[in-house]
C-alpha cells in the first residue's frame, strides 16, 4: 500500500503565496515521476508541474515563472512553491507520483486525496 499524503493549502489573498507539500509513504521501492496537478471548479484536471527523480521538471505553460516543483528523494517528497497568486489559481491540487512498490516490478500512478487553494480577490 501506497499514500500520498497533501499538506499546506488555504486561503490567500491575491499576490500571496503558498508552499505544498505531498510526502508518499508505505511499501515504497523507487519513486519516479511526482507532480502536481489542479481542477478548478467547473473544469477538467490539469497539469501543474512533474518533476523527475533526477530534478528534471515540466510545467503549465501558463505558470511558469510564479510556481516551482521541488522535491527531497531521501523523504519521497515533492513540493509546490506557488508565488503571485492569482484568483484563477483557486482549485483542488492534487499530488501524484509514480511508485515501484516493495517486491513488486511494475510501477503504478498513485493520487493523494487533494487540497484546496483558494486565492480571494
Known amino acids: 500500500q501506497v499514500q500520498l499524503v497533501e499538506s499546506g493549502g488555504g486561503l490567500v489573498q491575491t499576490g500571496g503565496s503558498l508552499r505544498l507539500s505531498c510526502a508518499a509513504s508505505?511499501?515504497?521501492?523507487?519513486?519516479?515521476?511526482m507532480g502536481w496537478y489542479r481542477r478548478a471548479p467547473g473544469k477538467q484536471r490539469e497539469l501543474v508541474a512533474r518533476?523527475?527523480?533526477?530534478?528534471?521538471?515540466n510545467y503549465a505553460d501558463s505558470l511558469k515563472g510564479r510556481f516551482t516543483i521541488s522535491r527531497d528523494n531521501a523523504k519521497n517528497t515533492v513540493y509546490l512553491q506557488m508565488n503571485s497568486l492569482k484568483p484563477e489559481d483557486t482549485a483542488v491540487y492534487y499530488c501524484t507520483a509514480v511508485v515501484q512498490r516493495t517486491s513488486s516490478w511494475r510501477f503504478d500512478d498513485y493520487w493523494g486525496q487533494g487540497t484546496q487553494v483558494t486565492v480571494s480577490s
Open positions: 508505505g511499501s515504497i521501492f523507487r519513486v519516479n515521476d
Open positions: 518533476i523527475s527523480s533526477g530534478g528534471m521538471t
